[in-house]
């Protein structure tokens, strides 16, 4: 039954699957229009379906309707475990030459950059639903909070330095490179003389 192979291929997928997926398993649009009216499928955002009952994972979906989207700033610091507050609204930082779509925009806090400096520090982390996402590392992720400070309330900013302090997996060596990188050396180092 052709219901079985969309949901094996959903299983293999996270739950997740694209319009073009499915037309490659041979599903027609018009039929993948009446799956939906008749509740076999949802649409989870703009060309893209999940089971009816899978909880839907926001952060692996937006990420994939975009390939400029790496989880920044709040987002990172939960994904890093810098921070237990799981966001509101995402964090995303895109390069400056890049755009996102107006209906990805409205559902996150996007931060831009320079192109040269968009991959310092990015890397892959599994979100709480166990799906590879991209992120920044613990140390570009205290840059940006430093850089975009005026966006984020002091206490984040606070909360973030302090837990970086106690963070097992910290390199300072690196987060000196990068604060040379992103010009917040001297705020990072006024920062570290209140707090340690």
């Known amino acids: 039954m052709i219901i079985d192979n969309i949901n094996n291929k959903m299983k293999a997928n996270n739950y997740v699957l694209s319009t073009e997926q499915l037309t490659d398993i041979g599903i027609s649009k018009t039929t993948l229009t009446n799956y939906v009216r008749e509740g076999l499928l949802e649409r989870c955002g703009h060309?893209?379906?999940?089971?009816?009952?899978?909880?839907?994972?926001?952060?692996?979906?937006l990420m994939l309707r975009s390939k400029y989207i790496v989880f920044s700033h709040e987002t990172a610091l939960f994904l890093n475990g810098l921070s237990e507050r799981t966001p509101f609204y995402h964090s995303v930082t895109i390069p400056s030459n890049a755009s996102l779509p107006a209906s990805i925009k409205q559902n996150c806090n996007c931060y831009y950059i320079k192109p040269e400096l968009y991959e310092l520090g990015l890397i892959e982390k599994a979100n709480t639903f166990g799906n590879k996402v991209r992120c920044y590392d613990a140390e570009r992720t205290i840059c940006d909070i430093l850089r975009s400070r005026n966006r984020l309330d002091e206490e984040t900013v606070l909360?973030?330095?302090?837990?970086?302090?106690?963070?097992k997996g910290k390199d300072l060596n690196k987060l000196a490179k990068f604060a040379d990188a992103f010009k917040v050396s001297k705020l990072l180092r006024r920062y570290m003389e209140v707090l340690l």
Request: no cysteine; hydrophobic share 35%.
């Open 159 to 167: 909360a973030a330095i302090k837990n970086y302090a106690s963070y």
């Open 47 to 61: 060309g893209y379906y999940t089971m009816p009952d899978s909880i839907e994972d926001d952060m692996y979906l």
